[in-house]
């Protein structure tokens, strides 16, 4: 069995390869735009290409068998056609959420009639590394929507379903809502950080208008539609589901392991 990994330059992708490493797999084809910066085990073929390139793709498809598609929606559909037309057996896709912003990626999925298993996080805990500048600067996060709850997932548990996903034949057709193990609102995120580092921090809820501009700035059209979803999680909190844990048969990470892990990013 082959297996192909999609954008193993860094984050999940890359997590993926060493997983399935560390499960045994031994025919590993990782597909990425910087074989540098990914820095892989030389026991891992490595193929060098971006999605934007369909003769890479094609190229990377040969001979494989079951794939880890990284979320790239502009050219989706026509890579999953490229992996139909390769032979591929099963595709593993990193979505999200239904009916929201990654849909496109699950519906291009299975119109290209390969045997798929969807992959559907919500927040990861990483993205709060946004307020590292903050932290290490001074005493304040300044933010929006302090009391906003939600159950982020380290992308560390994300890589090992992937893997084990891709290893098995008893996942064909299913989607997998996943979260982290606790529901955890921004300040208490704040505070978790701050009892790590063991020094005060303190959350400051921004004004309406200054955090619309903060986003904006940051995520372009996407801003105003993400400070929406913060709305909405402090009216009300997204639930914690046990789906990671039911699938690697280990409690998923929570945020406080998450952080000791990566505290050198705040200091």
Request: charged residues 20%; proline residues 6%; contains cysteine.
């Amino acid at each position: 069995m082959r297996i192909l990994v999609t954008g193993a330059t860094a984050n999940i992708g890359r997590m993926v390869v060493d997983e399935l490493l560390e499960l045994g797999a031994t025919r590993i084809r990782a597909f990425t735009v910087d074989p540098v910066k990914a820095a892989l085990p030389p026991a891992v073929e490595v193929v060098t290409g971006f999605f934007n390139r369909p003769d890479r793709v094609a190229a990377a498809l040969d001979g494989v068998d079951r794939m880890y598609l990284a979320p790239h929606i502009p050219t989706v559909t026509a890579v999953c056609r490229a992996a139909a037309d390769a032979g591929v057996r099963h595709i593993v896709d990193l979505a999200g959420v239904k009916g929201l912003h990654w849909q496109a990626i699950e519906d291009a999925v299975e119109a290209c009639g390969v045997p798929f298993t969807h992959l559907e996080p919500g927040e990861f805990m990483a993205n709060t590394t946004g307020w590292a500048p903050q932290i290490r600067a001074g005493d304040e996060v300044r933010d929006a929507w302090g009391d906003a709850a939600g159950a982020p997932i380290a992308q560390e548990d994300i890589a090992a379903i992937a893997a084990r996903v891709l290893l098995s034949d008893d996942h064909f057709g299913r989607s997998y809502e996943l979260t982290g193990p606790e529901t955890i609102s921004r300040r208490q995120q704040v505070a978790t950080i701050a009892a790590e580092l063991g020094r005060p921090l303190t959350f400051v809820e921004l004004p309406a208008d200054e955090a619309a501009a903060h986003y904006r700035s940051l995520m372009g059209e996407f801003g105003d539609w993400y400070l929406t979803g913060l709305a909405q999680l402090a009216e009300h909190p997204q639930p914690a589901l046990p789906t990671v844990e039911a699938l690697l048969n280990r409690p998923a990470m929570s945020y406080g392991e998450w952080v000791r892990r990566h505290a050198d990013l705040f200091r």
